[in-house]
C-alpha cells in the first residue's frame, strides 16, 4: 500500500496464499512446484488472471535432490513444461513463465546442460525465467563460498541471457 508503483511476485506452492496475496496487492505467482503441491492451483490463477510462474522440480524439496535420474534432461524438462503450460492454456491462463529449475532436482552436471541448451526452451514460447544467483552449480566448482561468486553469477546469467532467458 505504501509503494503502490512496485510489483510484487509470491513464491508459494499454496493457492489460497496466492489468491490471499493477490487480493492484497501482489501481482505475479512463482510456483515452485508448476501445481503439483496444490491441485487447485491452476484453476485459481486461471481465475485471478495473473502472471504465473511454473518452474520444474523433480520431487519435493525435502527429497528433491536424491531424485535427480532423467533419461534425457533437456527433454524430459521440455515435455514437463509443454504439459503444463498445456494444462494452463485450457484453463485460459494466458501469462505464463517457464523456470527449469535450476538447482531444484538436478546435478551439477545436469544444470550445466540445462544452462547450454537453455536456447530449446524458447519453442514454449512463453519467458525463461533463469535463478542462479549463487547457486551451488556455481561456488562448488570453483571451490568457493555463496559470497563469493559474485562473478561466477555474473558470468552464468550472462550465459543464460545469451540462451534465452528474458527474466
Not at 491452476?42 to 535432490?65: D, R
Not at 533437456?74 to 513444461?81: E, G, P, Q, W
Not at 561466477?152 to 550472462?158: I, M
Request: net charge neutral; glycine share 6%; with cysteine.
Amino acid at each position: 500500500k505504501e509503494f503502490p508503483e512496485i510489483l510484487i511476485s509470491i513464491d508459494t506452492f499454496r493457492s489460497k496464499i496466492a489468491e490471499k496475496c493477490i487480493e492484497n496487492g501482489a501481482c505475479i505467482i512463482n510456483d515452485i512446484s508448476a501445481g503439483n503441491m496444490d491441485t487447485t492451483m491452476f484453476k485459481t490463477i486461471a481465475q485471478l488472471q495473473v502472471p504465473y510462474i511454473i518452474m520444474h522440480m523433480q520431487g519435493t524439496p525435502q527429497n528433491m535432490q536424491t531424485n535427480t535420474n532423467y533419461k534425457n534432461i533437456v527433454t524430459d524438462i521440455l515435455l514437463y513444461l509443454s504439459e503444463k503450460i498445456y494444462e494452463l492454456r485450457t484453463l485460459g491462463v494466458n501469462d505464463i513463465i517457464t523456470d527449469v529449475g535450476f538447482g531444484f532436482g538436478k546435478t551439477i552436471e545436469q544444470n550445466y546442460t540445462l544452462l547450454k541448451n537453455l536456447e530449446l526452451f524458447k519453442n514454449l514460447e512463453t519467458p525463461i525465467l533463469t535463478g542462479i544467483s549463487r547457486k551451488s552449480m556455481l561456488y562448488k566448482p570453483l571451490k568457493t563460498t555463496p559470497q563469493k561468486a559474485l562473478n561466477a553469477t555474473t558470468v552464468a546469467n550472462t550465459i543464460a541471457l545469451l540462451n534465452g532467458t528474458s527474466i
